[in-house]
């Protein structure tokens, strides 16, 4: 049985970025590059005509730039809302806000690897949202106690609310699987951290969101950190320019 590829529309003003996207996703047996665009507007007409799955959308481009064209094509005013994953250097927190605001299902930073901009792009298909690992873990401090309460102390210590008790059906492998995906690691990583494959902490990843009732690795997060399951520094990594 033939499955339809998902249909896929890269805009970037980089050509050699344009190409990398298309040789990573082309390379996948389920997906399709079906058009390229080199600047916004360009990307808008061509998303309207092609009717791509999905587009990913730099940042700054010439014309319209990334976050203008997510809310044109996936904004609540699209006549007909296309997914768009914004795919992006610049890791500002203005521009993951008014991405998903627009109506992004997706944020990724460009050195986050072949690996995680195919499982986002079939996340957007399937309905999800997948952001960046290291933009996880920021977001989630910004919905920690002290920064939404300015009378606490930067050293003050935060009262701890109480855990919720651990789903039963969550097992010991799958509670350190939730904490390291609190701590915004890849697949891949949580493979290395646990000597399993990326594949398996992939299945692993799947089961938690099922049994904890939430929808993406956000909400994994935003369950571990709840119940202070992990360390809230995130992974020590270099941070890469570019």
């Known amino acids: 049985m033939t499955t339809t590829p998902i249909r896929i529309l890269v805009a970037d003003d980089q050509r050699d970025i344009r190409i990398g996207f298309r ?7 389920d997906m399709l590059t079906v058009g390229e665009a080199a600047d916004g507007a360009t990307a808008i007409d061509r998303a309207r005509r092609l009717r791509p799955d999905v587009v990913l ?3 700054r481009m010439p014309g319209p730039d990334g976050l203008e064209v997510t809310r044109v094509l996936a904004g609540p005013d699209a006549a007909q809302p296309t997914k768009v994953i914004v795919v992006t250097t610049f890791d500002l927190d203005e521009y993951v806000y008014t991405a998903l605001f627009n109506g992004a299902c997706g944020f990724l930073l460009k050195r986050s690897g072949p690996a995680l901009l195919t499982e986002a792009v079939r996340a ?3 309905g999800d949202v997948l952001i960046s690992p290291s933009v996880t873990v920021r977001l989630l401090r910004h919905l920690s106690p002290r920064s939404s309460d300015p009378h606490l102390s930067p050293t003050e210590p935060l009262p701890e609310p109480p855990p919720e008790p651990l789903p039963e059906s969550l097992t010991d492998r799958e509670a ?19 000597f399993i494959t990326a594949g398996t902490a992939k299945t692993h990843v799947a089961n938690i ?21 992990t360390d809230r520094t995130g992974p020590d990594r270099p941070r890469h320019s570019g």
């Open 23 to 29: 040789m990573i996703l082309d390379a996948q047996p």
């Open 57 to 59: 959308a730099d940042i």
């Open 124 to 126: 957007a298909v399937a």
């Open 176 to 194: 350190e699987v939730a904490r390291l995906v609190a701590q915004g690691r890849t697949n891949a990583e949580i493979g290395t951290a646990l």
């Open 209 to 229: 969101q099922r049994k904890l009732d939430v929808r993406n690795r956000v909400g994994i997060a935003a369950w571990t950190w709840r119940n202070s399951r």
